[in-house]
């Protein structure tokens, strides 16, 4: 690299290795996470310039990127291509395809088209490295990119992806590696050794009701124009119906609900717990986000696949606690998330939360789009290769052959829901996907993405949740009380 001037800041692209982690890398103190590129991992790290040079000798990576900040950092942020069928890419509009279109749209002032500037003579701002730039970049590859923008940007950058992009705000200071502790990775093995098939856990999952999950998802996609909502974008009024309807509803199956906020002019997490009825610190997580996005320029964010099925699932989970008046050996919490479609904030405060109150979270497993399938392929379940326990999904995966036999289970390149803001805590998690395979819904992240359409499954909706139901139940313990 050569510089004529002495950048502010250095920024590191990297193939991940646990190694840096060891010994006395001055790296380690200068981890910002690590992110999907494609079929690979890049760690990001911005170290001190003194760091540099030690570094080249002890972890050169040959594809390693170095970078120079020339004006001051404000956020990073991680972008990249969403793992996609190859019939979806070719659906794209070209003007939406790529980075570059959205690079100028970024380069733009956030509240103005691109006609309107250029009405108002400001061509200017159209040129890259001017001052009336507004974001610098520091990695690009085919399948993602690692750029500084404004706070305010980094706000709506979901807004201005193109349609198969999405977005990663990076925390604004270094993180600690921290990987999961044997024990907790034991006691999961310990629970798959010992897990076989339970006729009352059968007959509690098999409660589940159908019916009462296509009403709840027309309540929460404004299909059946009884909520008034009309997107649940995190910054939308409808986000905020939604948040309070899903708290009360909970509430009423006998669970302690809060509305957190996380972060100002975001609509909150919804956290849900039910106490343990032994007296014990262990606590297991399901979760979704409620919050949704639309197509770029619309103002309509149903999000019936992303992610209402998977916040229906975990509705209708508590609905079947309540029913049933299960009381759990373990504590148990019910989440849905708020600003999952800006880079998976909300469940970022939320673990940070209970990882600083040395909270004892044995597992989270993490529901996002559970209800869509190509027309002509059965109904699935996709778990992560990467982001996520390896042994949490193999639970996942022991509990689906036993309850849900109806599903082909399989892992998926799809990535990076909030489960990965638990995995970056140490806390054992993995996800639920609707899909051994990329995405392939095509209406995803689009106005039109409503529960009555074809290929929108509901048996497949019921069977994932019934996953995750059983799953929790298997490891806790319970007694049912009605
Ligand atoms: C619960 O267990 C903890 C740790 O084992 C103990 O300190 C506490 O006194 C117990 N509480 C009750 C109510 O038994
Ligand atoms: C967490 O809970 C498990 C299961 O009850 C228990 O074995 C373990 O000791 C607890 N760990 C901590 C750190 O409290
Ligand atoms: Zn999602």
């Given at each position: 690299?050569?510089?004529?001037?002495?950048?502010?800041?250095?920024?590191?692209?990297?193939?991940?290795?646990?190694?840096?982690?060891?010994?006395?890398?001055?790296?380690?103190?200068?981890y910002?996470?690590?992110?999907?590129?494609?079929?690979?991992?890049?760690?990001?790290?911005?170290?001190?310039?003194?760091?540099?040079?030690?570094?080249?000798?002890?972890?050169?990576?040959?594809?390693?990127?170095?970078?120079?900040?020339?004006?001051?950092?404000?956020?990073?942020?991680?972008?990249?291509?969403?793992?996609?069928?190859?019939?979806?890419?070719?659906?794209?509009?070209?003007?939406?395809?790529?980075?570059?279109?959205?690079?100028?749209?970024?380069?733009?002032?956030p509240?103005?088209?691109?006609?309107?500037?250029?009405?108002?003579?400001?061509?200017?701002?159209?040129?890259?490295?001017?001052?009336?730039?507004?974001?610098?970049?520091?990695?690009?590859?085919?399948?993602?990119?690692?750029?500084?923008?404004?706070?305010?940007?980094?706000?709506?950058?979901?807004?201005?992806?193109?349609?198969f992009?999405?977005?990663?705000?990076?925390?604004?200071?270094?993180?600690?590696?921290?990987?999961?502790?044997?024990?907790?990775?034991?006691?999961?093995?310990?629970?798959?050794?010992?897990?076989?098939?339970?006729?009352v856990v059968?007959?509690?999952?098999?409660?589940?009701?159908?019916?009462?999950?296509?009403?709840?998802?027309?309540?929460?996609?404004?299909?059946?124009?009884?909520?008034?909502?009309?997107?649940?974008?995190?910054?939308?009024?409808?986000?905020?119906?939604?948040?309070?309807?899903?708290?009360?509803?909970?509430?009423?199956?006998g669970?302690?609900?809060?509305?957190?906020?996380?972060?100002?002019?975001?609509?909150?997490?919804?956290?849900?717990?039910?106490?343990?009825?032994?007296?014990?610190?262990?606590?297991?997580?399901?979760?979704?986000h409620?919050?949704?996005?639309?197509?770029?320029g619309?103002?309509?964010?149903?999000?019936?696949?992303?992610?209402?099925?998977?916040?229906?699932?975990?509705?209708?989970?508590?609905?079947?606690?309540?029913?049933?008046?299960?009381?759990?050996?373990?504590?148990?919490?019910?989440?849905?998330?708020?600003?999952?479609?800006?880079?998976?904030l909300?469940?970022?405060?939320?673990?940070?939360?209970?990882?600083?109150?040395?909270?004892?979270?044995?597992?989270?497993?993490?529901?996002?789009?559970?209800?869509?399938?190509?027309?002509?392929?059965?109904?699935?379940?996709?778990?992560?290769?990467?982001?996520?326990?390896?042994?949490?999904?193999?639970?996942?995966?022991?509990?689906?052959?036993?309850?849900?036999?109806?599903?082909?289970?399989?892992?998926?390149?799809?990535?990076?829901?909030?489960?990965?803001?638990?995995?970056?805590?140490?806390?054992?998690?993995?996800q639920?996907?609707?899909?051994?395979?990329?995405i392939?819904?095509?209406?995803?992240?689009?106005?039109?993405?409503?529960?009555?359409?074809?290929?929108?499954?509901?048996?497949?909706?019921?069977?994932?949740?019934?996953?995750?139901?059983?799953?929790?139940?298997?490891?806790?313990?319970f007694?049912?009380?009605?």
């Amino acid at each position: 690299m050569t510089m004529n001037v002495i950048p502010l800041a250095l920024l590191l692209i990297t193939p991940f290795d646990r190694a840096i982690f060891r010994g006395e890398s001055c790296l380690s103190t200068s981890y910002y996470g690590t992110y999907r590129d494609g079929s690979t991992y890049q760690a990001v790290y911005a170290p001190e310039h003194a760091c540099m040079d030690n570094w080249l000798s002890d972890f050169a990576a040959e594809s390693a990127t170095i970078s120079g900040a020339f004006q001051p950092v404000q956020q990073l942020v991680w972008v990249e291509e969403e793992s996609v069928d190859e019939t979806l890419k070719s659906q794209a509009v070209s003007l939406d395809a790529g980075l570059d279109s959205f690079l100028e749209r970024l380069s733009l002032s956030p509240y103005r088209t691109l006609d309107q500037a250029l009405e108002d003579h400001e061509q200017d701002v159209l040129v890259y490295g001017k001052e009336e730039q507004h974001y610098e970049l520091f990695y690009r590859s085919p399948h993602a990119a690692l750029l500084s923008v404004s706070h305010d940007k980094a706000r709506i950058i979901d807004t201005l992806l193109p349609r198969f992009w999405r977005s990663i705000i990076l925390p604004t200071s270094p993180v600690d590696y921290i990987p999961i502790p044997l024990y907790a990775t034991q006691r999961i093995r310990d629970v798959i050794t010992g897990v076989k098939f339970d006729p009352v856990v059968a007959s509690l999952v098999n409660s589940l009701s159908v019916t009462q999950m296509k009403n709840d998802i027309r309540f929460l996609t404004g299909e059946d124009g009884k909520s008034g909502i009309v997107s649940r974008h995190s910054f939308a009024e409808g986000s905020r119906i939604a948040a309070s309807w899903l708290k009360h509803q909970i509430e009423d199956t006998g669970a302690v609900c809060e509305l957190k906020p996380f972060l100002s002019g975001f609509a909150p997490n919804v956290v849900c717990r039910y106490e343990a009825t032994v007296n014990t610190s262990e606590t297991v997580l399901i979760s979704a986000h409620y919050d949704s996005r639309g197509s770029f320029g619309s103002t309509r964010a149903p999000g019936g696949d992303d992610d209402g099925s998977g916040t229906t699932g975990i509705l209708s989970i508590a609905r079947a606690i309540g029913a049933k008046g299960i009381k759990f050996r373990a504590n148990v919490e019910l989440v849905l998330f708020a600003g999952e479609e800006q880079g998976l904030l909300g469940s970022r405060a939320y673990s940070r939360e209970l990882k600083a109150a040395g909270s004892n979270l044995t597992l989270v497993i993490q529901a996002d789009m559970t209800a869509y399938h190509a027309l002509d392929e059965p109904a699935q379940l996709g778990l992560p290769k990467t982001i996520g326990s390896p042994e949490a999904g193999d639970l996942v995966s022991a509990i689906a052959g036993i309850y849900s036999p109806e599903l082909v289970v399989g892992y998926t390149s799809v990535c990076c829901s909030d489960h990965q803001s638990f995995h970056q805590q140490g806390f054992p998690a993995t996800q639920v996907f609707e899909r051994v395979g990329p995405i392939v819904d095509p209406m995803y992240h689009n106005s039109g993405d409503l529960s009555g359409r074809e290929g929108y499954d509901f048996e497949q909706l019921k069977a994932i949740a019934k996953v995750q139901f059983a799953t929790v139940l298997h490891v806790t313990g319970f007694d049912i009380t009605k």
